[in-house]
């Protein structure tokens, strides 16, 4: 058995990094945003198109929190089910928010197209695979209320899901032609591209230490020099500094394992389709192809806690049940990355006081979601339209018990995968 490198695969599959300058100087803006993600960086490139001055302030690199480390899947919509979006929500706001986000995967590959993102776009559709008997009941659920909305998704029934996965262990599925895959960082960084030669000015290695409302204009503060905004947009999601107010949302972890490439024959069997794959189990797992042909293999878990070789593990047994004519194949990289996951699963916009905003807790959708409230944050700043917003602002959130939560997915997770494991390894 090989040891599998814990690096980052789309960070060693990128191109060229930016490589931008620490922010070293004081500065006046008309935005500042802190988080170089998918959601500050759409932020960024939407209001530098509207002739905004932006300064972006970035931690560490663009996209290397949990933009960078993202599966790759761009879906349409949220991964609760959009009756319960509506539910949660009220019939007419969550009404707005289904639509907004159904349309996300427009969003992506139009932005894509637009400004040229080499990101290895393939917008080929996604399946929701049924893992078990039960799984089909819950996809079929899903199917109605898409088909309430006229979306155009098919169920698929064991022998075409087998057909089109290449698996003989999954028992339907839900195809939805509107989503893709894309390579997550190299998207993100194409979006900082663009709101560059739109004129944002972004900063890299440059984390936030304090801000605060001053006379009516935000300041933000790093170790070297202080920004003056009159708009502050705090987009780092789950990956909040120290110096930022305490997270109001819990923290679960999400790895992948990457295999070495497949050959030819292999790729013809496995996904000959290119379609990004996830399944119905309470802990989720997913699969799909990167641009070399390695097949990438994750779910719910952190590498570098209690459970890291239990996950690791899981995968090669995953692997094995999904496509046993690839057991043998040798796993080359893994990563993990932070999800802000909110009590009902749903993304919020918090109000941080006049002219100030705090997006977060996208529950596991990042791509789609993320883009969407960037660009229309940015289009709100610009226009003072509150409907440009797919979901109103609210003025305080709080979650208590949230380590706990955390501790919970984590333990969950890594029961699950040692059971699994446990019962392949007997045969069961």
């Known amino acids: 058995m090989n040891k599998v490198q814990h690096q980052n ?5 990128a191109g060229q990094p930016l490589e931008l300058p620490q ?22 490139l939407e209001a530098a198109k509207n002739g905004m001055s932006v300064v972006l302030l970035e931690a560490e690199t663009i996209g290397h929190g949990g933009s960078g480390r993202n599966v790759g899947l761009v879906n349409a ?3 609760t089910p959009p009756d319960e979006v509506e539910k949660t929500l009220g019939a007419e706001a969550g009404e707005k928010l289904n639509v907004r986000l ?8 139009e932005l894509i197209d637009a400004h040229q993102i080499d990101c290895d776009a393939v917008r080929n559709g996604t399946l929701h695979c049924a893992h078990s008997k039960a799984g089909v009941s819950d996809l079929q659920n899903r199917f109605a209320q898409q088909q309430n909305r006229k979306a155009p998704v098919r169920l698929l029934d064991a022998a075409e899901t087998q057909k089109r996965t290449g698996s003989n262990a999954l028992h339907g599925a839900l195809f939805d032609p509107r989503a893709g895959t894309i390579q997550p960082l190299e998207y993100c960084v194409g979006l900082a591209k663009a709101a560059i030669e739109n004129g944002a000015q972004l900063f890299e290695r440059s984390p936030v230490i304090a801000y605060a409302q001053n006379d009516d204009q935000w300041v933000v503060s790093t170790k070297d020099a202080e920004v003056k905004a009159k708009y ?5 999601n789950a ?14 972890h999400y790895f992948q394992l990457a295999t070495e490439p497949l050959s030819a024959s292999e790729r013809e069997k496995v996904l000959p389709g290119l379609e990004g794959c996830w399944d119905t189990a309470l802990v989720m797992s997913s699969f799909r192809y990167d641009k070399d042909g390695r097949l990438l293999i994750g779910s719910i878990g952190s590498l570098d806690q209690f459970g890291g070789r239990i996950h690791e593990n899981w995968a090669r047994k995953k692997l094995a049940q999904l496509f046993p004519e690839l057991k043998h194949k040798r796993l080359d990289y893994a990563w993990d990355g932070q ?3 909110t009590k009902d699963h749903l993304p919020k916009i918090k109000q941080l006081g006049p002219n100030g905003f705090s997006v977060f807790g996208y529950s596991g959708r990042g791509i789609g979601p993320g883009t969407v409230f960037g660009t229309s944050i940015a289009k709100y700043i610009c226009s003072g339209d509150q409907t440009e917003l797919p979901i109103a602002p609210i003025a305080a959130y709080e979650e208590s018990w949230t380590k706990t939560s955390a501790f919970y997915y984590e333990s969950g997770a890594v029961l699950t995968h040692a059971a699994f494991s446990a019962q392949r ?3 069961l």
């Open 102 to 109: 159904a349309a996300a995967p427009d969003l992506v590959f």
């Open 239 to 252: 990956y909040k500094s120290t110096a930022q107010p305490a997270p109001s949302f819990t923290m679960v």
């Open 77 to 79: 919509g949220l991964w």
């Open 425 to 427: 390894k007997l045969g």
């Open 339 to 341: 999800i802000a996951m």
């Open 23 to 44: 922010f070293s100087d004081n500065s006046t803006a008309d935005l500042v945003i802190i988080g170089g993600g998918f959601t500050g960086c759409s932020a960024a």
């Open 9 to 13: 695969l789309w960070s060693l599959t």
């Open 232 to 236: 502050l947009l705090d987009a780092t």
